[in-house]
């Protein structure tokens, strides 16, 4: 059964940096498509980032050039670095994974739909 464990989140202050990190046993995790999602009270979960299994990267456009997706093969660790974090990026932070081969896999990468295992979601909250 595969499993997500997140780290825990934090509060920092407005162009604070934090990095959340996903570790994911029960699965093969060389061969799964990654990424991170959000959600704040009321809306729609929605996708931040996601890396596929050659190391493609996917980004919000609001957050591009201040958040980096990474994977770690080796620990079978996913992380997110945040940098210049603003207010609206506070949310509850999700990760996900799954190893189905998706065809055009880039254009669903950051849909909720595209993923079927979970992480038990990060509280990031930014103060101004």
């Known amino acids: 059964r595969v499993q997500l464990m997140q780290s825990e989140g934090d509060s920092v202050q407005a162009g604070g940096a934090l990095r959340l990190s996903c570790v994911v046993s029960?699965?093969?995790?060389?061969?799964?498509?990654l990424g991170w999602f959000r959600q704040t009270p009321g809306k729609e979960r929605e996708g931040v980032a996601a890396i596929g299994v050659d190391g493609t990267t996917n980004y919000k456009d609001s957050v591009k050039g201040r958040f980096t997706i990474t994977r770690d093969n080796t620990n079978n660790t996913l992380y997110l670095q945040m940098n210049g974090l603003k207010p609206e990026d506070t949310a509850m932070y999700y990760c996900a994974a799954d190893e189905r081969e998706i065809y055009n896999d880039y254009a669903w990468s950051l849909q909720k739909s595209r993923y079927i295992f979970w992480g038990q979601g990060t509280q990031v909250t930014v103060s101004s």
């Open positions: 029960g699965g093969t995790f060389s061969r799964a498509a």
